[in-house]
């Protein structure tokens, strides 16, 4: 059974950096998706970043270019986000996702309806 855990979020001011981590466990994950969400207060879930876990190409929401990056470690099982710059709308609850492996060739997926699996996301606020 598929498990994704974060953890890293907290508290931090205007400028400062936080790196999410997400421990995954119950596959073998290296042709999986793996993909950043977040959700603020009364807002709709939104992708963030992006990548296929073996792969390189990464993909960001324009608000967060060049300040996040997404990455993987196979030793260790786990997703990471490093979030630099961060600003008070970057505020919002975290989420790691899964999507499994469909050898299309894609090199990332932003549509939150097609992840398979989720963690419990983990809180970031941002204060000014």
């Known amino acids: 059974q598929v498990q994704l855990v974060e953890s890293g979020g907290g508290l931090v001011q205007a400028g400062g950096s936080l790196r999410l981590s997400c421990a995954a466990s119950g596959r073998t994950f290296s042709n999986y998706y793996m993909g950043w969400f977040r959700q603020a207060p009364g807002k709709e879930r939104e992708f963030v970043a992006a990548m296929r876990w073996s792969g390189r190409t990464t993909y960001y929401t324009d608000s967060v270019k060049g300040r996040f990056t997404i990455s993987t470690d196979n030793a260790k099982n786990t997703v990471y986000l490093q979030m630099n710059s961060l600003k008070p709308e970057d505020t919002a609850v975290y989420y790691c996702?899964?999507?499994?492996?469909?050898?299309?060739?894609?090199?990332?997926?932003?549509?939150?309806?097609?992840?398979?699996?989720w963690g419990q996301g983990t809180q970031v606020t941002v204060s000014s």
């Open positions: 996702a899964a999507k499994t492996p469909d050898y299309s060739g894609s090199y990332y997926y932003t549509d939150r309806s097609q992840y398979d699996y």
